[in-house]
């Protein structure tokens, strides 16, 4: 998991809240993601930032909002316009290695909207 | 469409026995592939990454294999260990600097004693 922390691991909520989920990294990356996990498919992107105070959206963005006022920080705000919240939500920062730009992930926040 | 499918989707093995785990991928243009293990409930983490001129990479007992022009990739474990019990994830970059990855549905690996 490296020096990525995501809070709270389980999240609970009930339909129509907004919910903010947290992600911070002290490996001074300049880009973070945010990805959303469900069985049976592959990681989807969420929303990216390449740089403070910039981020673009992802593949599957509406519904959800995202702020990145300090290098370290990337919350991922959860809206009730999101149809089917409930998943397994991963934020990543990456660094340049090489050719490539490797990710790290975090552990990780089960978020369950009843 | 950019698309990684891999194969099979889940796979039990002895503990002690070598395991092979495929994927194949249409994502163009090619930057890398990475596999990452997952294990359950808990974030990704990278095993190995191969970029187009690399054929072969291997990290203790997991050997990833390249094939970029047949589009496709191994994973290779050896030995294997209870603790290889995850899901294995292959990953495609498509264009370097651009940052978007492509994710296979992964290969559920359970290893028994």
């Known amino acids: 998991d490296g020096g990525i922390t995501q809070s709270p691991k389980y999240l609970f909520r009930k339909e129509g809240q907004n919910v903010t989920l947290s992600c911070e990294q002290n490996?001074?990356?300049?880009?973070m993601y945010w990805y959303r996990q469900d069985p049976g498919q592959g990681l989807r992107l969420i929303y990216y930032?390449?740089?403070?105070?910039?981020?673009q959206k992802g593949d599957i963005a509406e519904g959800y909002s995202v702020s990145r006022e300090k290098k370290e920080s990337f919350p991922l705000t959860v809206t009730s316009a999101q149809k089917n919240p409930t998943a397994f939500y991963l934020c990543?920062?990456?660094?340049?290695?090489?050719?490539?730009?490797?990710?790290?992930f975090g552990p990780g926040t089960r978020l369950t909207v009843t | 469409k950019n698309q990684v499918e891999q194969s099979p989707q889940s796979l039990i093995i002895l503990e002690g026995k070598n395991c092979t785990l495929q994927?194949?991928?249409?994502?163009?243009?090619?930057?890398?592939l990475r596999w990452y293990k997952q294990d359950t409930g808990r974030g990704p983490v990278s095993l190995t990454i191969?970029?187009?001129?690399?054929n072969t990479k291997s990290n203790g007992r997991y050997t990833a294999t390249l094939d970029a022009d047949t589009k496709q990739s191994s994973l290779h474990i050896t030995a294997s260990q209870l603790s290889d019990s995850a899901s294995y994830i292959c990953?495609?970059?498509?264009?370097?600097?651009?940052?978007?990855?492509?994710f296979g549905t992964g290969t559920r690996l359970t290893i028994i004693p």
């Open positions: 930032s390449q740089i403070v105070n910039d981020f």
């Open positions: 994927c194949n991928y249409t994502v163009s243009p090619f930057s890398n």
């Open positions: 990953v495609v970059s498509g264009d370097f600097g651009n940052e978007k990855l492509t």
């Open positions: 990543a920062s990456s660094a340049r290695s090489n050719n490539y730009y490797e990710q790290y």
């Open positions: 191969m970029t187009f001129s690399e």
């Open positions: 490996l001074n990356h300049d880009a």
